[in-house]
């Protein structure tokens, strides 16, 4: 026996295939958790140190210093980066639920 797919009398082959959702990424979203809260104090830390301590260089009031300068940029730029991927994973987990919910 044959099986011809033209033949309006022969049953059509039904393929189910489950989704299976996926493992929460914890370690990914709490790595880039302490990634933003690094850049977050990396911007912070000059100010809230300011001239504590014997490396404080950063006084209040004061122009900026260049050490200040680069933390500030080195900062800003590691939280940028973090809360982009941080984004980046939300759009995706939204893109994944739209794409595979079921109505239960």
Known sequence: MSFDPHSPTEPIP????????????????????????????????????????????????????????????LGAAVLAISVAALLGYLAAAITWLARYRQAE
């Open 14 to 73: 039904v393929v189910t295939v489950a989704i299976r959702r996926p493992n929460p990424p914890i370690a990914a979203l709490l790595g880039l958790g302490l990634l933003a809260s690094a850049g977050a104090w990396l911007m912070a830390a000059p100010f809230v140190l300011g001239d504590h301590g014997p490396g404080g260089d950063q006084r209040r009031g004061a122009a900026w210093t260049d050490a200040t300068r680069v933390d500030v940029s």
